[in-house]
């Protein structure tokens, strides 16, 4: 950032929960800042956007994180210069047992799955494999079956735990979502940046 000549202006945090951002967007309007980096859930940062758009900041990038990979996000996307939100995460509706999935949930419960729903799922049947693997039914024992055994992810066919107990995925790719102004373009790389960032003008901020 330095050598580019940018500045890091503000760094707020807030909880979980927190939908009034009046104070962030006059800090925000203040400083003018061009770029904005999210870690906020789907509706927070949906209401943020909103807000920023009642007070006229509509010449702003934001990047997010997978928390606001959701689709109720992309009309409020529009109101703002650019979206890029960035995620390990396979769509469901990727592969094709996963369009099943898609399929049967939307049957079901008559709405659209939560973009994390599949792994969800895919978790209870690894965890149920576990357990019928196990010769007792306490935590210890069951944990040591999820990292060794390779059941089926009926959904995503990609969740894998390693030795350490942390998830590996034994297929991954990144998704940027880029939402511009009456256009939605979807991306997959190996990395989770962007390369189609549009380039920061000199002496621009960043919060």
């Keep these: 950032m330095t050598k ?3 500045k890091l202006v503000l760094r707020r945090s807030v909880d979980d929960k927190t939908t009034n951002f009046s104070r962030l967007v006059e800090e925000i309007k203040g400083t003018k800042t061009q770029v904005l980096v999210s870690t906020l859930n789907a509706f927070q ?3 943020l956007i909103d807000q920023l758009y009642k007070e006229g900041i509509t010449d702003l990038t934001i990047i997010a994180s997978d928390t606001a990979k959701t689709d109720a996000l992309r009309a409020s996307a529009s109101k703002v210069r650019a979206l890029y939100v960035t995620s390990p995460m396979i769509e469901p509706r990727e592969l094709p047992s996963g369009v099943a999935f898609v399929d049967r949930f939307r049957a ?3 709405e659209e799955p939560f973009y994390a729903a599949a792994y969800a799922y895919d978790a209870t049947h690894l965890i149920a494999a576990a357990i019928r693997h196990s010769e007792r039914y ?4 069951i944990n040591k079956a999820l990292r060794s055994t390779d059941a089926l992810a009926p ?3 990609a969740v894998r735990f390693r030795p350490d107990g942390e998830q590996h995925y ?3 790719s990144a998704d940027c979502i880029c939402v511009r102004r009456a256009r939605t373009e979807v991306s997959s790389t190996s990395s989770p940046i962007c390369t189609r960032t549009p380039p920061i003008n000199e002496g621009s901020t960043l919060t």
Excluded: G, I, S
Aim: proline residues 0%.
């Design 4 to 6: 580019l000549n940018k």
């Design 45 to 47: 940062l949906e209401a």
């Design 108 to 110: 079901a419960y008559k």
């Design 138 to 141: 306490d935590a210890d024992t």
């Design 155 to 157: 959904a995503t066919q």
């Design 170 to 172: 034994a297929a991954v």
